[in-house]
């Protein structure tokens, strides 16, 4: 286990990690349990208490994913995710416990990946960390804005929470997803998704059913749209990080 504080930041081991944490957490007992329970699936952890040490630690060197406490010290989450996302894209998730909602919707509108609950869940942090390194649609993870899914485990996440997908809706949200929030006809939908032509009432459903499940985002809106007479696609604000909150 590799294991970096805001006081020592140096390597206590020379484990090869899979991805680097950074973690900003004020409370120890949420910060260790999280940094015990990622070493054990190979995550490097990099545990800071204040928001300024968190900006100077990532113009150091930028991490694989991010986990900010909602309220945060010295400089606001909010603040920390403006100044990383015109460097960089990598996930961050922002925890935030009941409290915290505004501050967690803030953050989000500044670009946050998604809010999750906190203490944390491993799972949840496990699924961001495979989205390290690649930064394309090659991997088993696929992502954009609060949507997250997992090719290899047929697995689909929105802010953090786990989606109850059939497998065909996975398939049609893995193919929306690659589609980087280009139009796709129904046509298109149906050889890739079904494997040949269906009845335009088949998609139809199963657009609406996954879009009943995403809903609509309090920052980015609603998440599949229409084109009406074209077919489908996800909203390309999801491909882009979130400059203001709407009005």
Do not use: C
């Not at 900003?24 to 910060?31: G, L, M």
């Amino acid at each position: 286990m590799s294991v970096e504080s805001s006081d020592d930041i140096s390597n206590v081991d020379a484990t090869t990690p899979t991805a680097t944490l950074l973690l900003n957490e004020s409370d120890p007992n949420i910060a260790e349990p999280l940094m015990d329970a990622a070493a054990a699936r190979g995550i490097d952890t990099r545990w800071y208490r204040d928001g300024a040490a968190v900006l100077l630690a990532v113009g150091a060197e930028m991490p694989s994913l991010m986990v900010l406490s909602a309220e945060t010290r010295t400089v606001s989450a909010e603040d920390i995710i403006a100044s990383i996302r015109p460097l960089s894209a990598i996930p961050i998730l922002v925890g935030a416990s009941a409290s915290a909602a505004e501050e967690g919707r803030r953050a989000l509108a500044a670009g946050a990946s998604a809010v999750v609950a906190r203490p944390y869940d491993i799972d949840t942090i496990v699924a961001f960390a495979g989205l390290a390194g690649s930064g394309d649609d090659s991997g088993p993870i696929v992502a954009a804005g609060p949507v997250r899914i997992d090719r290899r485990a047929q697995a689909a996440w929105l802010h953090g929470r786990e989606l109850a997908l059939s497998h065909r809706e996975f398939e049609l949200l893995t193919y929306l997803l690659e589609q980087h929030g280009r139009i796709v006809s129904q046509e298109q939908i149906s050889h890739v998704v079904w494997g040949h032509s269906s009845e335009t009432n088949t998609v139809a459903v199963h657009i609406k059913r996954l879009r009943d499940k995403l809903g609509t985002d309090p920052v980015y809106g609603q998440i599949i749209r229409t084109s009406r007479g074209r077919g489908y696609g996800l909203s390309p604000s999801l491909y882009q990080p979130v400059a203001s909150s709407p009005t």
